[in-house]
């Protein structure tokens, strides 16, 4: 089984600035696939960014990177530039790799709050 | 097109009823799945249909929940004989059965049990 823990329930920046978001997990697998969503006050799961663990290379979305250690089972979101519609709460997805698809395995979620 | 729909968006019940949630996916999503998430929690996995192949279920927190899907598309998540640990929003997603491929949600409904 998978688990996927962040271990910062709560976090705030100054608008225009830059914060990161921390995500650990623990797996087995060796092909899996790790998400970012955002979930605003409208519930609605949106996501941000998406990594295979077979590339190497760090995702990148505009605003928002990650930084995958895949040794270090590390999976952390690096928002540049903080503006005020990113406020949100974040979650961090595991999910197993499959051409069938599969079910996420998601993190508590970190509150961000960005702040004028 | 339309994203993924769930309704009712809000429904509040008393203990020991049954309510049933509904979902409709993105049309051509063949993978569709339920998640619940409970008050200030991450979201914790349900059921998971794809195709016409035998449903996921191991997820089910107890005999009480079951869901279908009917026809491929529309899914239905039952709750008999309500408890007040059952409140959570509960989410749907969707998505296309290849790899890589993210899974889009829709706005949840919101269980309430009195």
């Known amino acids: 089984a998978q688990t996927v823990t962040q271990s910062q329930p709560e976090m705030s920046v100054q608008e225009a600035e830059t914060v990161t978001l921390s995500c650990t997990y623990d797996?087995?697998?060796?092909?899996?696939?790790l998400f970012w969503y955002k979930q605003p006050p409208s519930r609605q799961m949106i996501l941000v960014i998406r990594?295979?663990?077979?590339?190497?290379q760090n995702a990148t979305e505009n605003r928002f990177s990650v930084n995958f250690q895949k040794a270090a089972k590390s999976f952390s979101l690096k928002i540049s530039d903080s503006q005020l519609g990113d406020t949100a709460m974040y979650f961090c997805?595991?999910?197993?790799?499959?051409?069938?698809?599969?079910?996420?395995?998601f993190g508590g979620g970190t509150r961000l709050m960005v702040k004028p | 097109g339309a994203g993924v729909s769930q309704s009712p968006s809000n429904k509040v019940t008393e203990k020991g009823k049954d309510v049933e949630l509904r979902c409709d996916p993105i049309?051509?999503?063949?993978?569709l799945y339920w998640y619940r998430q409970s008050l200030g929690q991450g979201l914790e996995f349900l059921i998971y249909?794809?195709?016409?192949?035998?449903?996921?279920k191991s997820g089910l927190p107890s005999d009480r929940f079951s869901a279908e899907r009917t026809g491929g598309s529309v899914s239905t998540l039952t709750i008999q004989r309500t408890q007040q640990e059952d409140s959570a929003v509960y989410l749907c997603?969707?998505?296309?059965?290849?790899?890589?491929?993210?899974?889009?949600f829709g706005d949840g409904t919101r269980l309430s049990i009195l």
């Open positions: 249909f794809q195709g016409n192949s035998a449903p996921d």
């Open positions: 049309s051509g999503h063949t993978a």
């Open positions: 997805a595991f999910m197993k790799y499959g051409n069938a698809g599969n079910m996420l395995t």
């Open positions: 997603a969707s998505s296309l059965v290849r790899s890589n491929q993210p899974q889009h």
């Open positions: 990594q295979e663990a077979y590339k190497q």
């Open positions: 797996t087995s697998e060796n092909n899996y696939y």
